[in-house]
């Protein structure tokens, strides 16, 4: 995948700054067409570093200048990789296409005042490293400064990729963002907090001597489709992490032992990576410990031990969902470092979900009003995305414009799953777009 054109400066510059290095190594003047160049490409570097993508990077993660100098030389390869053939020429003797500490004092001409500043900035609990913009730790000034996958996402475009497998967890592909959250403002705080748990742990613990065990874990509990899930996505993606959720089926065995086996796999493969462990319908494996009748509920309480005793150890995020929160062992909960509820959606918030899930290009009726389908319709919001989607579908088998009809069929299709009988009072002021033959057969 090619840089983004609002980068290309960057590159630019890299380049013209390394003709420069060249030249005063071999003890010639630099060429006065590069350095009238590298002057105007400067500017446009100071400029674009102004805007996005570069805004959002420094904004969230407090990055000084050097630290985008820093970013920039070595995401260069990434991004063009004759720039990583024109480090390692630089660079003579390290088998690497990423600069070393020591190179970019070079190429950036720094006396000593400002080559301490470099090696500061790479620190363990420097922003570049405590945020996971770039792997290791790189304040070896001859240890090359490869980018992470998070930076090449945030500053490049690229999708997240991870090779890492986690024994008893399926990775789960993200793309949702804040804006496609629609819950009250006290949720969105608090998962925002979640996050605050991980992106500071290194200043909390090493620098300020915080005694935290592991984790953070998180609990979200409310009733099915209100986006406990989809949150989970959200906080995974403003992270720049994988999502792995964990598969009870592959874990849980009927042999004595095993279970705790496939556990200390799953968590061990896991261990201080960039992954978001998500632990879906919670309830089912952390409810209360029962009595002990035989032998066989002995060893699931040890099971259960073990796993609370596992989470609690992990370094690194876990969220548990929950449709049944009084379900879970209180002895656990108490030791969550983050509760949210998610509330079931009020008008206000399924008109936005309408709007939300309706596809932004697809051709609608004048009369689709969000509003009145918040109104009118009381679903979860997972019934309001699949809602929305049949009714695209349907809208697209007949070559027509989303219209009431369509959503209306839809609607009744997601009332229809929860089985019993239906009446036509569920759809408020719209029932009269239900046609015969759907009410019938609803599938």
Known sequence: MNSMPSLLAEWERIDLLGACLSAARRGVDIPQEIGERLGVVQQQVHSLRQQEPWRSVVVQFGLETLDQDILACSLAPQAEPRLGWMYQELQSGIDSPYPTPALIREMFVMNSEQSFLVKQRLAANSPLLKNGMIEGHSSHLFQPIQPSSRACKDLLGWPLITSVDIPGAVEVPVSATWDDLVLPAHCIKNLREFIIWITHRQQVVNDWGGRVMGGPVALFSGPSGTGKTFASEVIANALGWSLYRVDLGLLVSKYIGETEK???????????????????E?????SKRGEVKEARDRYANMEVSHLLSR??????PCILTSNLRQHIDKAFTRRLQNVTDFPRPDAAARAKLWQLHIPPRAP???DIDPALLGK???????QIRNAALHAAFLAASESRPIGLTHITRAVWTEFSKKGGELSTSSLGCLASYLTAEVKDDPY
Do not use: M, T, W, Y
Request: proline share 2%.
């Open 262 to 280: 496939n556990l200390n796999a799953l968590f061990d493969a896991a261990h201080a990576k960039p992954i978001v462990l998500l632990f879906d």
């Open 282 to 286: 919670a309830d089912s494996l952390f």
């Open 311 to 316: 989470i609690e150890r992990h370094q690194g």
């Open 364 to 366: 609608c009726d004048a």
């Open 376 to 382: 009118e319709f009381k679903l979860s919001g997972g």
